[in-house]
């Protein structure tokens, strides 16, 4: 069975202030992908990065980077610098190939002025 | 490039009534998902279309949830009878690869509220 834990329910920041919302996840398998999706208020899930299992380089993107651990299962992500527009759900995924992504519950970030 | 249209956006019925969700994914896109997503959760899978064909429906409940997608283009969710659980808000996306890659175009969502 496979399972993300996203135990920041709710994160409230100060804007220009960094922000990282952690993510941990569990698999018995060798090869499987993780994801970060942004969901703002108008409801759709945007992708942000795909990492495969084989690749532990961390990536930046911008305010956006990501740190991929597979020695403590974890896919944490780090807005640099947050601005109010960042405010949003965020959802960490795993997916395994051949199946189906599986969502974590999600952290919801507050970016205020 | 369009995205993927969903409607009604909002939807108000009692328990026992029936409801129907539309959706159009991007053009061109062949695998079609719906999603459940409940409030305070992430969103689950409820079925997946590779053209007008079920790839994955294991958390569909069939009793009362059915979904088609007829032209392997634009698809209906529907609901009957619907029970007070089953508020939430229901999510389509799509893919543009045969190989299901993880990265999916969603689209706004219809809001189901069960009273």
Redesign the interface.
Known sequence: AQKVTQAQTEISVVEKEDVTLDCVYETRDTTYYLFWYKQPPSGELVFLIRRNSFDEQNEISGRYSWNFQKSTSSFNFTITASQVVDSAVYFCALKKTASKLTFGTGTRLQVTL | EA??AQSPRYKIIEKRQSVAFWCNPISGHATLYWYQQIL??????LI?FQNNGVV?DSQLPKDRFSAERLKGVDSTLKIQPAKLEDSA?Y?C?SSPRQT??????????S?LTVL
């Open positions: 995205g993927v305070g959760q992430g969103p689950k899978l997946q994955d808000v999510l996306a299901n890659t993880g990265e999916l175009f969603f689209g706004e969502g809001r």
